[in-house]
């Protein structure tokens, strides 16, 4: 899985990046994080703003419509990953 997830960061990186997280859900490894991070940097993600303090965590919907930020604010938000809004 991580690496067609390698393949995939420059032809799609949106699919790339759901198999490296599928990737580290069965198997947290130095690979997967490399991927994510990786796939992370790319253009392709929205900046979303919203909390005060830095974001500590992140968790996706597997569907990819939403995802959620925890952050030091003590403040949890829901996010629509299409508009980028809360």
Do not use: C
Not at 3 to 8: F, N
């Amino acid at each position: 899985m991580v690496g067609q997830a390698q393949d995939l960061l420059r032809s799609d990186p949106r699919l790339a990046t759901l198999l490296a997280l599928e990737a580290d859900r069965i198997h947290h490894t130095s690979d997967t994080e490399d991927l994510l991070t990786t796939a992370a940097r790319s253009p392709i993600f929205r900046t979303v703003s919203g909390h005060t303090g830095d974001v500590t965590s992140v968790a996706y919907r597997p569907d990819g419509t939403m995802f959620a930020t925890s952050s030091s604010d003590k403040t949890v938000r829901i996010w629509n990953a299409a508009a980028g809004s809360a």
